[in-house]
């Protein structure tokens, strides 16, 4: 049986000109032919990324009324699987490896099909993760929040996508902090946990935690905090997987500014909340910073190609043998959760079209990409599903979580919603697993 999808709780910005502000380096030095005016850079002309992952670099031609260009990687026309290969667009796709010599990505002019200009390309076994600065700020009010805390905004720069602030609700608990955990809310993340409004027991699931003694770090990236971050962290362009990085450039800083020293950080997210946990382990090297995670209502978009594409069967519901789920995002979830991280509106125009043209770069964006991290040693991995979510999000969540190598559980708390804490014993559950789990 077909249902619809709700990420319950996941209007596309403006393209970065040319890369600057993005992350990116200024362009390449042209090579032309002697006495030639033709000239083409290529921006950046140097980027570090992870294997597997996706970058789009531009070429600026000058000196002639053709601005066209043939991309190469390593002298080989559209490149290879060596190497990576790149389309008519500058999108690059790095191989799942790291391979032996240097990765040179080249424009090469069709006016005069000689002059070129090049960016050098790092690969990384990881995403990298950005950087981070930030600083306490007054609270938000007419939250419906109940609980004191401190407020922190926090300015994130991520390699290639642009500048965002991230923002903390932080609340210390009445006896010595045995650890913190990270909470986030679902859609783009904009809303704050304990809200009322975005879970109707999330204020219980904060509360539960600081009585257990747990530092308790909201996130946001948006909301209540700014009124010009309408996309939150999907703000692109720079694709899904890469906007991901503000997540665990986020959890850095509290491990490094709010996390007691040698306690344990832990993290649980809902829906879009759980894309961001699995982004963290699966591509930023999450599990040497999380000692626990509790993705609840998914990951939703385990495989991005699946969820955009819609040309896949309907799977089994993880919570009722009797009734299948889709993996389709559906229309909705697309344009609002997932295009607004791409130049163009490519996840729900292949929703209503099925259209393969971008299953590459869907696959290199997925968390099950084919070079996926699937091994958590130092990570306890905890899934529920709510048995009332009809959506993609547990089918999706259990493909992830049954890829998974290392030791981990999966349960379904049987009248949550998608919304798995606005029910009481959904919200009891997360607080039990973290009390259970969450230790160094």
Same mark, same amino acid.
């Given at each position: ?124 076994? &990881? ?8 600083? /306490?700020? *007054?609270? #938000? @009010? %007419?939250?419906?929040?109940?609980? =004191? !805390? ?65 530092? &308790? ?8 905090? /700014?009124? *010009?971050? #309408? @996309? %939150?962290?999907?703000?692109?362009? =720079? !694709? ?75 799977? /089994?519901?993880?919570?009722? @043998? ?83 190598? /290392?030791?981990?559980?999966? @349960? ?29």
């Amino acid at each position: 049986m077909h249902r619809s999808v709700a990420f319950g709780g996941m209007v596309a910005m403006l393209t970065c000109a040319v890369l600057a502000g993005c992350g990116g380096s200024s362009g390449s030095p042209s090579t032309s032919p002697p006495g030639g005016s033709v000239s083409v850079k290529v921006a950046p002309s140097s980027f570090t990324m992870g294997v597997g992952s996706n970058y789009r670099f531009a070429a600026a031609v000058t000196g002639t009324s053709n601005t066209a260009v043939n991309w190469q990687v390593n002298g080989a026309e559209g490149g290879n699987a060596g190497v990576g290969t790149i389309d008519s667009t500058g999108l690059y796709i790095a191989p799942g490896a790291i391979p032996s010599g240097v990765i040179t990505v080249a424009a090469i002019a069709q006016a005069d099909g000689v002059t070129n200009g090049t960016s050098v390309v790092t690969l990384a076994l &990881t995403d990298p993760v950005g950087t981070a600065t930030g600083h /306490t700020i *007054t609270c #938000p @009010s %007419g939250s419906g929040i109940t609980i =004191g !805390g401190t407020c922190y905004s926090i300015a994130l720069s991520c390699p290639g996508i642009a500048d965002l602030n991230g923002y903390l609700w932080v609340n210390q608990p009445p006896l010595t902090p045995i650890g913190a955990v990270l909470l986030t809310a679902g859609g783009n993340s904009e809303g704050l946990y304990a809200d009322p409004n975005i879970y109707i027991h999330g204020a219980d699931v904060v509360n539960g935690l600081l009585a257990a003694s747990y530092i &308790t770090v909201q996130t946001s990236f948006g909301g209540l905090f /700014t009124t *010009t971050q #309408p @996309s %939150g962290w999907q703000t692109g362009p =720079g !694709g899904i997987r890469r906007v991901a990085c503000r997540y665990i450039t986020l959890a850095q800083w509290v491990q490094q500014n709010i996390g007691p020293s040698g306690k344990s950080l832990c993290a649980t997210g809902n829906s879009s909340g759980s894309i961001l946990i699995s982004y963290a382990l699966a591509h930023y090297g999450g599990t040497s910073m999380f000692n626990m995670v509790e993705p609840t209502s998914g990951s939703p978009i385990s495989r991005l190609d699946y969820s955009c594409e819609c040309n896949q069967l309907n799977l /089994t519901d993880p919570c009722d @043998s009797s009734q299948q789920l889709t993996q389709c995002a559906g229309p909705m979830n697309a344009q609002k959760y997932i295009d607004p991280a791409y130049p163009a509106p490519i996840c729900s125009q292949a929703v209503q079209s099925h259209s393969t043209a971008n299953t590459q770069q869907f696959l290199s964006d997925s968390i099950l990409s084919p070079e996926g991290t699937l091994s958590y040693p130092n990570t306890s991995v905890h899934f529920v599903w709510g048995g009332q979510d009809f959506s993609s999000a547990p089918v999706m969540g259990q493909e992830w979580q049954q890829k998974i190598t /290392t030791t981990n559980t999966a @349960s379904c708390v049987a009248d949550a919603p998608h919304n798995l804490a606005d029910v009481l014993d959904g919200a009891q559950k997360i607080v039990s697993d973290i009390v259970t789990y969450c230790h160094p």
